[in-house]
């Protein structure tokens, strides 16, 4: 079963920065899984924010893009999540969340997985 761990939130003012952790565990290796960073604010739906496929390229929101950058080491199955010049619109509960596809030579499941979120709080 697969496992994300959110980490590295908190509460900073505008223009600051954070970084986000968000751990892996229970990988199939046979398997690919693109890794995506999503935020919730209280009363709104929960938006995609960057994401990293398996094969390394990445795409952002247009509301982070040249602010956020995600990031990977494969070798620690772990998914980073830089952030700078905070504004107090970023604040939100973050969420890692992982999809399976499958492999080079093996058929996987197509899943879903979400980590239990980190909150980010960015005051004026």
């Known amino acids: 079963q697969v496992r994300l761990v959110e980490s590295g939130g908190g509460s900073v003012q505008a223009g600051g920065s954070l970084r986000l952790s968000c751990a892996a565990s229970g990988y199939n290796k046979n398997c690919k899984y693109d890794m995506s960073w999503y935020r919730q604010a209280p009363g709104k739906e929960r938006e995609f924010v960057p994401g990293?496929?398996?094969?390394?390229?990445?795409s952002y929101a247009d509301s982070v893009k040249g602010r956020f950058a995600i990031s990977e080491d494969n070798a620690k199955a772990t998914v980073y999540l830089q952030m700078n010049s905070l504004r107090p619109e970023d604040t939100g509960m973050y969420y890692c969340?992982?999809?399976?596809?499958?492999?080079?030579?093996?058929?996987?499941?197509?899943?879903?997985?979400w980590g239990q979120g980190t909150q980010v709080t960015v005051s004026s």
């Open positions: 990293i496929n398996n094969d390394g390229s990445t």
């Open positions: 969340n992982t999809t399976r596809r499958s492999g080079r030579y093996v058929v996987c499941p197509q899943a879903t997985y």
